[in-house]
């Protein structure tokens, strides 16, 4: 890939570094935090860890315009999970899914992911928003410190910024949530997701 710029997208996004960062998360989660609550209330941290194995490849797919299964599936359709060899499998999906978003050619025409049709460009923002933020998740959980790729979180921060007047946001994302002045630029990401930054386990 040519150079990254914070705040573009295409050819010059490589969601190498940020998909490395959330395999490192992956790596971190103990058997016993497999139960634990996350900051998505329908989901312990095996139906995360299901969840991003589930989007990674649909986002693959769209990447590489293969279309089917994986592509076609609405995320909310059923409740993920994750299967024995997911430590393994996860990683390696995550790797694939930065390969082929390396292509220019994953950034042009339509694909699909989700059963929606959507642009290549607009299937990027997307899967950099669900790696940075579910990634976050991820990390909360199971209390691991978390440093996202700073130029797909930029891209993320103001993909969200997007869509806090689109009337649709509240099929995807829940009610922003305000932080601070002085918020760091990951917990303003968080707070447009709709999510509570100063989210904490269940004790």
Do not use: N
């Not at 935090?33 to 209330?41: K, M, N, R, V």
């Not at 991003?52 to 059923?78: I, Y």
């Not at 990683?91 to 950034?107: G, H, N, S």
Request: glycine letters at 12%; charged letters at 20%.
């Amino acid at each position: 890939m040519t150079d990254s710029t914070p705040g573009t997208t295409g050819p010059t996004l490589d969601l190498g570094p940020q998909t490395e960062a959330l395999a490192q998360l992956v790596v971190g989660v103990g058997d016993e935090q497999l139960a634990e609550t996350t900051p998505c209330p329908e989901y312990a941290v095996r139906h995360l860890l299901g969840h991003l194995a589930g989007l990674s490849a649909a986002f693959r797919d769209a990447g590489r315009k293969d279309l089917g299964a994986t592509t076609d599936t609405s995320p909310g359709s059923t409740l993920p999970d994750i299967g024995p060899g997911w430590r393994e499998e996860l990683p390696k999906i995550l790797t694939e899914l930065a390969d082929a978003w390396r292509d220019p050619a994953a950034w042009t025409g339509m694909t699909r992911a989700g059963g929606v049709d959507l642009p290549g460009e607009v299937a990027g923002l997307v899967a950099t928003d669900e790696l940075v933020i579910h990634g976050w998740d991820l990390a909360r959980a199971t209390g691991q410190e978390y440093a996202p790729d700073p130029v797909a979180l930029q891209v993320c921060h103001d993909f969200l910024a997007a869509s806090v007047d689109d009337p649709s946001r509240g099929e995807i994302f829940g009610p922003v949530v305000p932080v601070g002045p002085d918020a760091s630029l990951l917990d303003r990401s968080v707070g447009l997701s709709g999510r509570d930054p100063g989210w904490k386990p269940r004790s």
